[in-house]
Structures are given as C-alpha cells and as structure tokens.
C-alpha cells in the first residue's frame, strides 16, 4: 500500500492506495489544516486508519505535498540569515545579487551579497581564475555578521560547475562542514540573475527545510509506519527526505502540480486542463502528455524572478472558503478566504461569514454543515454568486489555452462543486470519481525523474551524438533518483540553437520519469528530482 498527502491552505486530503493496483483508492479523507500543519497530517492519518484499517508495516511508501516552504517565503517568515557569492568578476558587477528583490524579503534574510572572481564563458573558457585568498576574505566577513546559509553562483555553472564546486569546499574550510551551502548549478536553469535568485531562496529555507522534514516524519512514524517519506516536487516527481532537506525550494508549486497528475489517472485523459478548486485558489493548468505543462519564461515567486523548473499554473483567489460580498448586482466572491477557520466562520458551521460553501450547500450543490442555517439566503444571490465563479473560471481556462483546438476540462479539489456541468464555449466539464482527494492521489502515484537543461557546443555532425549524451543523462539521473530502469522513459525534450553565441551553441533539456523502484517491501530511498 502507499499514502499520499497533500497539505492545502484549507484541507489536507490523504488517500490510501492498492500498490498492486495503482489507480485503486482504498480509502480517502479530509482534515482541517491545522496552524502547525504536523497536527492536520496525523488527523487524516487517523482517518485512513477508521475508514479502512491497515497495517502500518505494510504501507511501503508515503508521499507528501505541503505548502511549508513557499508558505515561509511569502510571509517572510523563519528564513536564515544568507549570504550570496556571486563568482564572475570582472564581469556582472554592474547588477549584484538580490538587486531586483522586494527589499521586506532582502531584510527578512539579512541578505548579504558578495562579488568574486571566476566564471565560466558558455563553452567552459574561464572569465577569470577563481581566487581564494578573495574566498576566505568573504566566508570571514560573513561569519562576522551571523550568516548561517549560502548561496553560490557562477556564471554558466550548468556549463561548467568546478568553480561552484571548488568555492562551497573553501567555504567549509572557513565557516565549518555543517554550514549549509547551495549550488545553483544544482538548482536553477541557464539564466544567471533567474538561477542565483532560485539559490538563494533554496539557501534561506533549509534551516527550516531540516525542521519541517524531521516533524513530517515524526507524524508519519508516530502512526507506527516504517516505510521511506518522500515530498512531492514541482515537476509531478517525487525526492527523498534527504534532497528536500538540501532543496526546499524544489516543493514550491508542488500543490497544483499533484492535483493535475491526480486528475490524469482519475480522468484518464493526458491532454486537458485542470481546474483544481480548492478551499482558498483555483489552480489551472494544462496537462501534455500526462505531465502538466511548464512554464517557459521565468516565473515570479513571491515577487522574485525566478527560472527553476515550475508548471505554467494560473491561480485566482476562489475557493470553498472565499468570502461572498455584495448584492446580485455587484456580487464578488473572493480573492479573500477564510482559510483552514472555514468550519468555524462559514454560516453552515454556525459562523457569521457568507462563503461559498455556504452558496454551494444553499445551492443543493453540496450536502456539510446545517443546510437550514442558509435556508434564507435569497434565490437570486445564491444564483449570482454560482454565474460569476462560473464567468471566472471559464476566463482563466480560456487563458490557459494555446491553440483554438478543443481542449476537455477536468474538475478536482472539492470545492469543484462550485462549477457548473459545462463551461460555454468550452464544453462539458469532466467531474471524476474521488475529485475530492486528486491532490494527495497524485502525490501517492508521483514518479521519480532526472533533467538535463544546459548548452551544448555542438561540432558539424555531431548533433545526435550531443542529443544522445543528453537523454542517457538524463536517463542515468532517473535511475539515481531511484526510478524503475525498466520503467524509465524520455517525456519531454527541447532543442534550441542559441544563434548569439558562437560554436552552434544549442540549449537542450531533457527529462526522463520512471516508476518508483519498489524492493522487498520497501521502497528504494535516492534523489529523486
């Protein structure tokens, strides 16, 4: 058996599966997020336990998507104090690190930037030599000031990664081997501003990543459970306890992510658009090939340009806990939300505030709480209110689109009650069984992956030879992960030449996903990414 979880803003919505039958739901929950989170997980936990007993012995894996760590960032709150290394000079000084940052998170980290020498050209030719009497001047200027993470950057270190390598090494020579020290090589795409930023947020979270890591498997082990904890990434993929203590930032969007792959195996379908309508935001998103679609610019985090991988997600501020004001004429619902209080504020639970699952269970749509507590709300509200999250959501699919071809619409999350049978213009919406809980199925049923995104050089017929090199990469890196190679298989590929630069320079991604490598009941523990 396996256990997926998945931590929202409202509810968190476990699910017990068959691991001999993948798409087989033994049993499903939701609880009430809870202020520490911790204490939610182990309620839907006791839940599964009552709904459909089991052995802890014999749940092989548990899978957790949770809103921790892009939480913190947000609310600028429990990052460590971190110090960035930009290694370039003489070149990039005239833009030094967190030059674009809102300046609440620069203070929120104690930010601190340093510029040094090295570098790579994108063909791997030196800028400059890497210095580290310059390096140890630095790491004894930010043991001064109490910096207890780093991130380093080099210029086109996914080219060529020796001077990332070489200044964390010097580092733990200076400040010691436990500090924590972040890569970017590691982390982001090709981009230096977009992927030192990505580093730097990964290095203001891994204190916390250690905490949250450790308290995520207490509450799993608390229920006797023996069996290997992974968190869900971004990408639809699994890591292990391990990478996410070293990579937090990687969780960021792993939310919408679960709901899309979990509307997948629900639907069937492996090209459609998501809509995941939780208690707090609608997610939409596109599914291709099984896989949601990423983005291809950068991606904003918290008003940090970023470029690590992210899935092109569109949320709005609708769900089961937003706020209904207005009358039938100037009616909103949202973007405000009662969050995880929705069972103490909303009227079906004896609250004082009008939300949308007020409207839903006025509505028949949805059978919680005491229906006779919104027996008087007016017929013409209640419609009103249905026809604008209708109009909302239809637009953000619309949006979402890239061609004028027919794209179906899957509905998840539970507050999908909220949309009608069909979308005008977009057809019928597709409302699978267990909508409820897709989130936590797609965590349960996630895939471990390996990615190749980097410049090749490439030589007049040697193209294949480079595209070869790229996929068995990026296959080897699946297998590490901890991947099935039996399993494994290429899902996405992009080759684009590079004309600015000399050489045929040409950027290939390449990513690979397999099947989590299960052995004598016990699933394999790598890095997954």
């Not at 089991?54 to 892009?70: E, K, L, N, Q, S």
């Not at 658009?273 to 950068?298: I, K, N, S």
């Not at 996903?513 to 699933?523: F, H, N, P, S, W």
Request: hydrophobic letters at 45%; proline letters at 5%.
């Amino acid at each position: 058996m396996r256990i997926g979880i998945d931590v929202g803003g409202t509810n968190t919505d476990a699910v017990l599966m068959d691991s001999a039958e993948p798409d087989r739901v033994l049993a499903a929950v939701k609880a009430a997020t809870t202020a520490d989170v911790t204490s939610g997980i182990v309620a839907a936990l006791d839940g599964l336990q009552r709904q459909h007993a089991f052995d802890p012995a014999a749940v092989r894996a548990v899978m957790i998507g949770t809103t921790h760590f892009i939480n913190a960032l947000v609310e600028a709150r429990r990052l460590a104090p971190t110090a960035a290394l930009r290694l370039g000079l003489p070149a990039t000084a005239s833009l030094p690190p967190m030059v674009d940052w809102p300046s609440r998170l620069v203070e929120a980290i104690h930010g601190r930037a340093y510029l040094a020498h090295g570098g790579h050209e994108f063909d791997g030719r030196h800028i400059s030599p890497l210095d580290a009497g310059e390096l140890r001047r630095h790491a004894a200027d930010m043991a001064a000031h109490g910096v207890r993470s780093v991130a380093v950057s080099s210029v086109f270190s996914p080219v060529n990664d020796e001077f990332e390598v070489r200044a964390a090494e010097i580092l733990a020579e200076e400040l010691g081997p436990e500090l924590p020290v972040s890569l970017s090589h590691e982390i982001g795409r090709v981009g230096l501003l977009e992927r030192e930023n990505a580093t730097i947020i990964n290095a203001a979270l891994r204190e916390l990543a250690a905490n949250i890591v450790d308290a995520l498997a207490s509450s799993v082990a608390g229920h006797g459970i023996t069996a290997p904890l992974y968190l869900s990434q971004n990408d639809g993929t699994l890591m292990d306890v391990g990478y996410a203590r070293r990579y937090p930032v990687a969780t960021f969007a792993s939310g919408p992510t679960n709901s899309m792959r979990g509307a997948a195996v629900l639907s069937g379908l492996s090209t459609c658009a998501v809509v995941d309508v939780g208690g707090t935001t609608t997610d939409v998103g596109v599914l291709t090939g099984g896989f949601p679609r990423e983005a291809t610019v950068e991606v904003s985090v918290a008003g940090i340009r970023t470029n690590f991988r992210m899935p092109d997600v569109l949320s709005i501020g609708l769900g089961g806990g937003s706020l209904v004001r207005g009358s039938q004429a100037d009616l909103t619902v949202g973007p405000d939300s009662v969050g995880y209080r929705l069972t103490e504020r909303a009227l079906v639970f004896g609250g004082d505030t009008l939300t949308a699952t007020d409207i839903a269970v006025a509505a028949g749509r949805a059978d919680i709480g005491d229906r006779a507590r919104v027996s008087d709300l007016p017929p013409d509200v209640v419609r009103a209110a249905l026809e604008r999250i209708a109009a909302d959501v239809a637009d953000t699919v619309d949006r979402m689109r890239i061609s004028a071809d027919p794209l179906p619409v899957v509905a998840v999350g539970g507050g999908s009650v909220l949309l009608p049978d069909e979308f005008p213009g977009l057809g019928a919406v597709n409302r699978p069984e267990h909508f409820a809980v897709a989130n936590a199925i797609g965590a349960a049923i996630a895939q471990v992956g390996g990615e190749v995104d980097r410049v090749f050089a490439i030589e007049p017929g040697h193209r294949d030879a480079a595209v070869d090199q790229a996929r068995q990469e990026a296959v080897d890196r699946a297998v590490v992960a901890g991947a099935d190679p039996a399993t494994v298989e290429i899902v996405d590929f992009d080759e684009v030449p590079i004309p600015y630069l000399p050489g045929n320079a040409t950027r290939i991604r390449c990513k690979a996903v397999g099947d989590l490598r299960i052995e004598q009941g016990t699933a394999v523990s790598g890095q997954a990414r």
